[in-house]
């Protein structure tokens, strides 16, 4: 399976490697990194995540999520059930 994002010169291959499973080849340009499905996995959550923080301090460097300025109460991140 290939993804192509022909803008960036990026190509995603995914193809069934040995005993340890599918293989992810990233390409960038002339450059290609090899990967175990995990691991691509792994680098594709932690490019999620920091991309969530950047946003979130963005946003919040406006104020848009600042709770006194939308009215609402802070919400509190730890969950309890009875």
Do not use: W
């Not at 390409?27 to 946003?55: P, Y």
């Not at 919040?60 to 509190?76: D, V």
């Amino acid at each position: 399976m290939v993804f192509s994002l022909n803008k960036y010169n990026l190509t995603v291959t995914v193809t069934q490697g040995d005993r340890f499973g599918p293989i992810v080849q990233l390409a960038l340009g002339s450059e290609v990194r090899t990967l175990q499905l995990a691991e691509f996995t792994d680098f594709l959550l932690s490019v999620i995540e920091e991309g969530r923080k950047a946003t979130t301090a963005y946003l919040e460097s406006l104020g848009a999520f600042s709770p006194k300025k939308n009215g609402r109460k802070e919400k509190t991140t730890s969950h309890t059930c009875s």
